[in-house]
C-alpha cells in the first residue's frame, strides 16, 4: 500500500491586515491583486515584516503601484543587495480590473487602499478596495453601532 500523503499545516494564510482601512474609509469593490516582489521581499514576508497601514494605490501609465508599504529586509536574506524598504511595487490587475478603478478614482473620487495581504498556492497576493473617506460623525456612529451590537449579543447569550 502506498503512503498517505501528509498534508501541510497552514493555520492562516493572512500575512497582514489593514484595520485602519475599515476604519478610515467606506470600502466598497474589492479586487485581488499579485505584487511583483523580489526574493528578499518573498522571505520578509513568510517572516511578516511588513506594514501596509499607511500605504496607498497609484494608478499611472495604465499600471497599478502600491506606495509606501515597508517590507523590512531580513539581515540574512539580504547580504549581498542594498534592499529599498519603500520601494514602489507593480500591482498585477487584469485590463478592464485597472480600467474599473481608474474610471472610479478619475470620475467618482474614490481613492485605493490595500486591505490585507495573504498567500494563495505559494503567491503572495494583495486584496485592494475602492474606498470614500469617513468623516468624523460617521467614525463615531460606526463605533456606536459596533458596540451596540456587542451589547445585544451580550444580553441574548445571557437568557
Given at each position: 500500500m502506498?503512503?498517505?500523503?501528509?498534508?501541510?499545516?497552514?493555520?492562516?494564510?493572512?500575512?497582514?491586515?489593514?484595520?485602519?482601512?475599515?476604519?478610515?474609509?467606506?470600502?466598497?469593490?474589492?479586487?485581488?491583486?499579485?505584487?511583483?516582489?523580489?526574493g528578499?521581499?518573498v522571505?520578509?514576508?513568510?517572516?511578516?515584516?511588513?506594514?501596509?497601514?499607511?500605504?496607498?494605490?497609484?494608478?499611472?501609465?495604465?499600471?497599478?503601484?502600491?506606495?509606501?508599504?515597508?517590507?523590512?529586509?531580513?539581515?540574512?536574506?539580504s547580504?549581498?543587495?542594498?534592499?529599498?524598504?519603500?520601494?514602489?511595487?507593480?500591482?498585477?490587475l487584469?485590463?478592464?480590473?485597472?480600467a474599473?478603478?481608474?474610471?472610479?478614482?478619475?470620475?467618482?473620487?474614490?481613492?485605493?487602499?490595500?486591505?490585507?495581504?495573504?498567500?494563495?498556492?505559494?503567491?503572495?497576493?494583495?486584496?485592494?478596495?475602492?474606498?470614500?473617506?469617513?468623516?468624523?460623525?460617521?467614525?463615531?456612529a460606526?463605533?456606536?453601532e459596533?458596540?451596540?451590537?456587542?451589547?445585544?449579543?451580550?444580553?441574548?447569550?445571557g437568557?
Amino acid at each position: 500500500m502506498g503512503k498517505a500523503k501528509k498534508k501541510k499545516s497552514n493555520p492562516s494564510s493572512t500575512i497582514v491586515l489593514n484595520k485602519k482601512a475599515r476604519h478610515d474609509y467606506h470600502l466598497e469593490d474589492r479586487f485581488e491583486a499579485g505584487l511583483v516582489l523580489e526574493g528578499w521581499e518573498v522571505k520578509s514576508l513568510r517572516a511578516g515584516k511588513i506594514q501596509i497601514l499607511d500605504s496607498h494605490i497609484h494608478l499611472q501609465n495604465g499600471e497599478a503601484w502600491l506606495l509606501n508599504a515597508v517590507i523590512t529586509p531580513l539581515q540574512t536574506a539580504s547580504t549581498h543587495i542594498q534592499p529599498t524598504p519603500t520601494r514602489a511595487r507593480k500591482l498585477l490587475l487584469h485590463a478592464h480590473e485597472l480600467a474599473k478603478l481608474s474610471a472610479a478614482v478619475e470620475r467618482k473620487g474614490y481613492t485605493i487602499v490595500p486591505t490585507a495581504m495573504y498567500w494563495v498556492k505559494g503567491r503572495a497576493k494583495i486584496e485592494i478596495a475602492l474606498a470614500k473617506g469617513k468623516q468624523a460623525h460617521d467614525k463615531r456612529a460606526a463605533s456606536k453601532e459596533r458596540d451596540w451590537g456587542r451589547e445585544k449579543q451580550r444580553i441574548l447569550k445571557g437568557r
